[in-house]
């Protein structure tokens, strides 16, 4: 691994598009431009489908369609038979307990903001995370979307603090399974391997994001419940978050 870290084109965005080709419970991601885009709403200058009609929801100034999520009750009940939830409500529920403890919040949001197949993103900057409504009719899919951008946030914690532009592995590259990590060689650019193998892995993992946001939540510094890599440290030391 060359690098450390990755900072995600001027908007820091952590994107998860849906695979047409591959499995639909995978997920490919990447760096989103969020635009500066003045308008309010369903303005008819937001071009649907753009990065910039996703920078006018991640800045709240677009807001038609987009609500906020405070519990697995506020996405369930967007479909039908809603009881097909409940098996995921405990994981899911902890998840965004330690999200909002965190200062990050979730909203389920219209397809149209979307840049065409993203399933869900978690930008970096303005530590907010989005689910596109129009996957997220199986529960299923809805937590795979959910543990993947989640642990991005814990990496982004992972990196020092959550209000930064970057993000930091959690475990060792080599940890991840190999199955994941041919996945990810697969779909993503070459430099984002390292963060989206961990988080691919996390994706289908139960547990494993509730874990890292539960420990980013709590008051003891999230590399002192996680070993840092050895690159990671380095980090920690060089911006003061580690003193020896």
């Not at 060689?185 to 509730?210: I, L, N, R, S, V």
Request: some cysteine; charged content about 20%.
């Amino acid at each position: 691994m060359k690098k450390l870290f990755i900072s995600l084109l001027a908007a820091a965005s952590l994107a998860a598009p849906a695979l047409a080709n591959k499995n639909p419970e995978l997920a490919q991601g990447g760096g989103l431009t969020g635009g500066n885009v003045s308008s309010k709403t369903s303005d008819p200058e937001v071009k649907f489908y753009t990065p910039d009609a996703t920078g006018c929801m991640v800045l709240r100034e677009c807001t038609d369609g987009v609500k906020q999520v405070f519990s697995l009750l506020d996405v369930s009940s967007e479909y039908d038979n809603p009881t097909r939830y409940t098996h995921i409500a405990n994981e899911f529920n902890s998840m965004l307990v330690y999200l909002n403890q965190i200062g990050i919040d979730v909203f389920l949001a219209d397809q149209k903001y979307f840049v065409v197949a993203t399933r869900g993103l978690y930008h970096t900057k303005e530590n907010k995370f989005f689910l596109n409504k129009a996957f997220m009719g199986r529960p299923s899919a809805l937590m795979s979307v959910m543990r993947h951008e989640g642990y991005h946030a814990a990496q982004d914690c992972m990196a020092g603090s959550i209000d930064n532009s970057f993000v930091a592995l959690i475990n060792p590259e080599e940890k991840v399974p190999k199955y994941w990590q041919n996945v990810v060689e697969d779909t993503y650019p070459k430099q984002a391997w390292p963060w989206e193998k961990e988080a691919f892995w996390a994706g289908h993992t139960e547990g494993m994001t509730m874990n890292a946001l539960k420990a980013c939540a709590s008051p003891t510094p999230m590399w002192e419940v996680y070993e840092p890599t050895p690159l990671t440290r380095k980090w920690l030391v060089e911006k003061g978050f580690i003193t020896k």
